[in-house]
């Protein structure tokens, strides 16, 4: 198949345009960096030459991650270009679309002349998408594309992805000129034989809007997000208010889901009548699974958290506060982005890295992520909190003693990964093979937030995390069910269970919890949500007649100590109990030992920590 590629500068819509124009729903947000890894879809060209009717071609469009230059500033910034200098003189490639920011022109269109000039030599077909007219528009400003198009010697069309402004015409234009590139070639003109810096000034002084109109009102902002005073408590504010609403708005949601399993496993259960079936049903159903789905409305409120700030623009702000405090511990204002995303899924996260210009920045970056306490974490972490916090609230019901109680565990890994970073960074001082870069970011226009997109992340985060944890739940349930009720028919302290927890006891002696615990904590290293279906299926096991998916009050009553709670809450802060994480570390980090090591050490460090609150508070 053909192939057109998608290029442009980091920020300039490109996922956008590319899930218009394929239609699948490749990740976009407001800052430079986002899309790291190259997608590719299908386009659909179509062909109405009025002689034999219509015809049409399938070509394979591929989004590219953002880049400002052809000429590289760093080692790994070159493979990227690299990459995209090779598919430029493949013979495969029909057409590179290249996308310009409408609002950003000047900067848009330096990468542009450069891809030009590359395309000419492989002679190859470049046409313009100039994105983002309806920011445009809304002051006034239009630009005259087919004057442009005569400058550039090109093809431009004046597009929004966002609103769909001229993508059917970009549709129809795109097939033509994909099916016949080359009726298109670049031409040579006046401007297309400058250098690239002069040619870009001199076009984007004739066609751009002043910059100061569109600037006007974002600088009126960032004098007080970025005020060095203001700012930083903003931030922290901001931040504070992030975590709190993760637990304040989702309490009525979780409630809600709590009480729809129980209904329906009353209705289960009363249609099954007594026996094994019954009891299977509800301890290794209901209770394990169903103390794991309680929170499924969590994940999607920290989604939506997370999405609105990207979306805003402000995430990149955050960057540049952050920088400076980042800097101490041997980090970077671009680690803030994998750290933030990273409290979602250390997946996305340490790919994110990729975007850390310094290499020693990035390796020490991806391997602190992991500390971050990730989606994963957020149903052990509920538990335990509803379980020892009373849901108190202060100040008239904004500050909830629970949700501060969340922040302060974000916090701890948080602040876990910025001393391990200092470490790692006096570690790697003077290594070779990790050199320093300097820290730059461009700052994106703020904007409302795109809700379609969001609304589809926020269903999509709840549907993964139920696929990704539910299976393993469910088969760890019903191993933990069936060692648990027999040979005793729902005796648990009487069980094969028991028997190998008694084995393992000691290990978990020194955190205050007995053999239940410790068999959830190990079968965890699977996947950390398991800790909570387990606990769920033990307890129904041992109250069998009464509430099932009230997990918490079953713990509560079970009287699980203030210290032990705090020991197992650290443990699960600090522990690398994700399968998934280990193997992205090893291909991101291209060795065996580190991802490995940064399992063993963080296991180890999780233990000796949560003994020391365990000594500390008994
Ligand atoms: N107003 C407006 N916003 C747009 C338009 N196209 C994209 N955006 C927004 O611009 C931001 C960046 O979009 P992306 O598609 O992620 O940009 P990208 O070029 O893929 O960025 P990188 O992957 O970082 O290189 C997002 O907030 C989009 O919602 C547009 O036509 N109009
Ligand atoms: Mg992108």
């Known amino acids: 198949m053909q192939k057109i590629l998608l290029v442009g500068k980091p920020n300039s819509g490109k996922s956008l345009l590319f899930n218009q124009l394929t239609g699948l729903r490749q990740k976009v947000a407001n800052f430079p960096g986002v899309t790291v890894e190259l997608k590719s879809g299908i386009f659909n060209a179509h062909l109405d030459n009025g002689v034999d009717g219509k015809q049409q071609q399938k070509f394979e469009l591929i989004d590219y991650p953002g880049t400002y230059s052809l000429k590289s500033l760093s080692k790994d910034e070159s493979i990227a270009i690299e990459q995209l200098l090779n598919a430029m003189s493949d013979e495969k490639t029909s057409v590179i679309l290249c996308n310009l920011d409408a609002t950003r022109m000047e900067r848009s269109l330096v990468f542009a002349l450069q891809v030009q000039e590359i395309a000419k030599q492989h002679n190859k077909t470049v046409i313009f998408t100039l994105n983002m007219v309806d920011e445009l528009l809304r002051f006034n400003h239009k630009i005259d ?15 929004s992805a966002k609103t769909l402004i001229g993508i059917s015409e970009l549709q129809k234009g795109l097939g033509e000129i994909a099916i016949s590139p080359e009726k298109y070639r670049v031409k040579p003109t006046e401007t297309n034989q400058q250098a690239s810096g002069i040619a870009a000034k001199s076009l984007a002084k004739e066609f751009a809007i002043q910059s100061d109109v569109v600037l006007k009102r ?23 208010f992030l975590f709190q609403s993760i637990f304040t708005w989702a309490a009525p949601l979780m409630d809600a889901t709590e009480d729809a399993i129980g209904f329906i496993a009353g209705i289960v259960s009363g249609f099954l009548g007594e026996g094994i079936l019954n009891d299977f049903m509800t301890d290794a159903i209901f209770g394990g699974l169903g103390s794991f789905l309680v929170f499924v409305p969590q994940i999607m409120i920290l989604t939506l958290i997370i999405g ?10 955050a960057a540049l506060i952050c920088h400076r405090p980042l800097s101490f511990f041997g980090l970077s204002g671009r680690s803030f982005i994998p750290y933030l995303s990273g409290h979602a899924c250390a997946i996305p996260a340490i790919l994110a890295a990729r975007t850390i210009e310094s290499p020693r920045k990035r390796f020490v970056t991806m391997l602190t992520v992991p500390l971050m306490s990730c989606s994963a974490r957020l149903p052990v972490y509920a538990l335990l909190i509803a379980v020892l916090v009373p849901d108190t609230t202060y100040l008239g019901g904004w500050v909830n003693l629970q949700g501060a109680m969340f922040f302060a565990l974000y916090s701890f890994g948080i602040l876990t990964a910025l001393i391990v970073s200092g470490v790692l960074n006096k570690m790697t001082e003077g290594s070779k093979e990790l050199q320093d870069m300097p820290f730059i970011l461009e700052l994106p226009s703020y904007r409302l937030p795109h809700w379609q997109p969001l609304f589809y992340r926020i269903i999509n985060s709840g549907v993964q995390f139920i696929k990704r944890a539910a299976p393993i739940i469910f ?17 648990l302290q009487n069980s094969y269970l028991s028997t190998i927890g008694q084995w393992i006891e000691p290990i978990f002696t020194p955190l205050g919890v007995d053999w239940r615990y410790g068999v959830a904590i190990l079968v965890s290293f699977l996947a950390r949500e398991v800790f909570v279906g387990v606990l769920g299926t033990m307890f129904s096991i041992e109250n069998a007649d009464e509430n099932i998916a009230g997990l918490a009050e079953n713990l509560q009553a079970d009287g699980l100590s203030l210290a032990s709670g705090v020991a197992l809450l650290a443990f699960y802060v600090i522990a690398l109990q994700c399968v998934a994480t280990v193997a992205m570390l090893k291909s991101e980090l291209g060795k065996n030992r580190y991802a490995w090591g940064a399992f063993i050490a963080y296991g180890l460090l999780a233990y000796l920590v949560s003994m020391f609150f365990y000594a500390v508070l008994s």
């Open 475 to 491: 088969v760890v349930s019903l191993i933990i069910w069936t060692l648990g009720y027999f040979p005793n028919n729902g005796d």
């Open 218 to 240: 974002q600088n009126a902002i960032d004098r007080l997000l970025l005020n060095s005073v203001f700012g930083g408590f903003a931030f922290l504010l901001i931040m504070f």
């Open 308 to 317: 609105l700030l990207e979306d805003s623009g402000y995430l990149a702000r």
């Open 145 to 159: 594309t087919d004057k442009l198009s005569e400058k550039l010697g090109s093809p431009v069309y004046a597009v």
